[in-house]
């Protein structure tokens, strides 16, 4: 197979050196921060889904999964499971706010689920996995047993190895050391924790104090139960978070040594009433003090060591991603930097995304909508989409830049047979700003982020999204006329 690299060549991480090599944590400028920090949902998948067609249905996902076995070579296999949201619980204390038979409801989305694993996997030829994640409602999850069973039951339609990468993502109030245990018995070995201070404003939430305890707590029972690679996810932001609490929050996470930490904004989905609205922006914090809390935290990664991956998440310097990143493996698929490589990825469960081929696909959205189809004895895909050439090779730009912070233009026409700077005309000119600012550079045939310019790739990346370009030029007619 061809191999086209996009970005510089690196030495070995086995040569001597690989920690003198690796780049250290330079502090963020907050008055780049002011200018090109946004708070917006980062590129995972693109085209982003709300670019998805309801024209892509189940055809069109059983036809690219059919694809996969012809010619005698695919690509690795990784699947996301998706729990539905069973029961309201607050995401810093635990709290129910409303409580659900769930037994009754898992037992019941169980036998949906196997029946959408059974679906999919009548048109695979090759059903082992390189890597497994569970999300969603984990919470309901891990209760009664559920995630053994969904485990006995996938173990029907799929395979999994001791080299199967295994994931879940908790909240460390909903989970004790029993059900810690239960996890690794179902075979994961990385955990996500979900980090966040309770917002100020509800009295009867618990404090910081009493939400490390738990996270401390829950982190070592992981330890001692034989999970390596821990990964927290901090929310800075918060409405009521102050700069003293966050930093107190970070220095006892810190101690605690997770093998990776990824700082994610703080964001409330938009209220219809003016009352709403009102009290909305009463919660928000000031961006001043938004900005202050991101530098605060970066300071602290740096002083502990830890390497910037990039699109907020720093990891120590031996850890995987860190190693891939350093040899030129690391990848971005739908679920985020990853060092497996490129893979298709089966989405299984309510409102799950599906990457296989140039294509993207989502099921359905309601429970209603994702038992009817499956009643059906149809695979529950409600929408997608088909990646044309164009967005094939955005993506390519947009992934180098993720991973790897620069990307060669030689390299993309060749693999996508256009002229870079002709094809780019319009985004590189765009990037003239970005370049004066100090964030990248263009030169030799190259286009590289800065230091300062790792901390908002993302908002360089949405230069090359053609869809939001489109939009930008449709809002400027619809205005002039």
């Not at 780049?32 to 067609?53: C, E, G, K, M, N």
């Not at 009548?122 to 485990?151: C, I, P, Q, Y």
């Not at 964001?267 to 202050?292: C, G, I, N, V, Y």
Request: proline content about 3%.
């Amino acid at each position: 197979m061809l191999e086209i690299k996009i970005f510089r060549s690196v030495k070995s991480a086995a040569t001597t050196g690989f920690m003198a090599n690796l780049r250290k944590i330079s502090l963020p400028d907050p008055t780049i921060l002011r200018q090109f920090y946004t708070v917006a949902p980062r590129h995972t998948a693109y085209p982003s889904t709300d670019r998805f067609v309801e024209a892509f249905g189940p055809d069109n996902h059983t036809l690219w999964l059919r694809k996969r076995g012809i010619g005698g070579f695919s690509r690795p296999l990784g699947m996301y499971v998706h729990m539905p949201l069973l029961n309201s619980v607050c995401p810093s204390c635990g709290r129910e706010e409303t409580v659900t038979a769930d037994r009754e409801a898992n037992s019941r989305y169980l036998d949906y689920f196997e029946q959408e694993m059974r679906l999919n996997s009548n048109f695979l030829e090759k059903r082992a996995l390189t890597h497994l994640h569970w999300g969603g409602d984990t919470t309901s999850l891990l209760r009664n047993d559920v995630l053994g069973a969904a485990r006995r039951r996938m173990d029907r339609y799929f395979e999994q190895s001791g080299q199967t990468r295994c994931s879940i993502e908790i909240q460390p109030v909903a989970i004790d050391d029993q059900q810690v245990a239960s996890v690794v018995e179902a075979g994961v070995n990385e955990l996500y924790v979900n980090v966040r201070e309770c917002d100020a404003q509800k009295a009867d939430c618990v404090d910081s104090d009493r939400l490390m305890a738990v996270a401390e707590n829950v982190i070592a029972a992981a330890r001692g139960a034989g999970i390596g690679s821990i990964t927290v996810n901090v929310v800075f932001g918060v409405p009521g978070q102050t700069v003293m609490s966050f930093n107190r929050m970070l220095k006892k996470l810190l101690a605690l040594q997770p093998e990776r930490l990824s700082l994610q904004d703080y964001m409330r989905l938009p209220k219809a009433t003016r009352t709403a609205r009102k009290e909305d922006r009463a919660d928000a914090l000031a961006e001043e003090t938004r900005l202050q809390l991101f530098s605060v935290a970066v300071t602290r990664l740096a002083e502990a060591g830890y390497v910037h991956i990039g699109m907020n998440l720093f990891a120590r310097p031996h850890d995987e991603l860190a190693v891939a990143q350093h040899q030129g493996r690391l990848h971005r698929d739908i679920q985020g930097y990853c060092s497996h490589g490129d893979c298709d990825v089966l989405g299984i469960g309510i409102a799950s995304i599906s990457a296989i081929g140039p294509t993207y696909s989502q099921n359905a959205r309601s429970i209603e909508d994702y038992y009817s189809m499956l009643d059906e004895d149809v695979v529950p895909v409600a929408r997608g989409i088909e990646l044309t050439t164009d967005d094939l090779a955005r993506r390519t730009v947009m992934n180098a830049l993720m991973c790897h912070f620069e990307v060669a233009f030689e390299s993309v026409e060749i693999a996508h047979l256009l002229d870079f700077t002709r094809y780019f005309a319009d985004e590189l000119e765009e990037l003239k700003a970005f370049a004066d600012a100090g964030l990248v550079a263009i030169d030799d045939g190259w286009l590289s982020v800065t230091d300062h310019g790792r901390y908002v790739v993302w908002t360089i990346c949405r230069v090359f999204d053609r869809y939001l370009r489109l939009e930008r030029r449709r809002a400027s007619f619809e205005k002039l006329l």
